[in-house]
């Protein structure tokens, strides 16, 4: 998904600073491409290892109701429109970084995301996930974090975003974890040094591959106590 190239004919229909430069809505056809410094970050016509990052998660969370999910960050909605899918799931706490992605999901995008900003179960803070995750925000524990900043691990699309996974991160997300929570986190590589950290952090850890179009699978990494 995020390492398509932009589709060369696609009109701009908007252009925002953002985080360490700019932000772009792109419309091809029916679809729209979200462009981040000239990088492709995100489009809308594919998305199922973004679906799966949500299922796979809450597959795993054995809690029968009343579960908390972290989704971050919001893209075209794919990843939050999956978690709402789950009955069980009762309050989504959705981070994004750029406001303009915010706005766009309540706008074109939203009836890719089927209007998810509008659930009464989604509250979204805009907010650096980084920065959020370490502050201790809220101190809200989670059964699932979600988490879909960055073209991966070894690829995030900001150098700030690199100290998510680093061990420190780790140790930081695990914290945001409800007993018997999970975490995902989506990849466009494959990561081995990425899966042999988070060992070291959780008892449970697995790798999914979705095949993709062209290139490498995509990858979710799947991370869980005990
Ligand atoms: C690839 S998209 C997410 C795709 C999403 N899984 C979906 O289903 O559409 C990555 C998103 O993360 C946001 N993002 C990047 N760095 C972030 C950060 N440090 N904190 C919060 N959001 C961030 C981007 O603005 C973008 O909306």
């Known amino acids: 998904m995020h390492t398509f190239e932009p589709t060369t004919d696609a009109e701009e229909i908007e252009r925002v600073p953002a985080a360490d430069g700019e932000l772009a809505l792109r419309r091809a056809g029916e679809h729209y491409e979200i462009i981040s410094n000239g990088c492709f970050l995100m489009d809308t016509r594919a998305g199922a290892s973004e679906r799966l990052l949500a299922r796979t998660a809450l597959a795993a969370v054995t809690a ?17 429109r999956e978690t ?9 706490r959705v981070i994004e970084r750029e406001p303009a992605v915010v706005r766009w999901g309540r706008g074109p995008l939203a009836p890719f995301s089927g ?45 700030g975003n690199a100290s998510l996974y680093d061990d420190a991160g780790l140790a930081a997300l695990r914290e945001r974890l409800a007993p018997g929570g999970v975490l995902t986190v989506w990849s466009a590589t494959a990561s081995p040094g990425f899966a042999d950290r988070l060992r070291g952090h959780f008892a449970r850890v697995r790798v999914e591959r979705v095949p993709v179009a062209r290139g490498e699978p995509d990858v979710v990494f799947v991370a869980q106590e005990g």
């Open 64 to 80: 029968p109701g009343d579960l908390r999910v972290l989704v971050g960050g919001l893209g075209v909605g794919f990843t939050l």
């Open 84 to 92: 709402l899918t789950d009955p069980r799931v009762a309050h989504v």
């Open 115 to 159: 209007h998810a900003l509008d659930d009464a179960r989604v509250h979204v803070v805009t907010a650096d996930l980084v920065a959020w995750v370490r502050s201790g925000a809220g101190d809200e524990r989670f059964h699932a974090l979600c988490l879909d900043i960055d073209n991966g691990p070894d690829w995030t699309v900001t150098d």
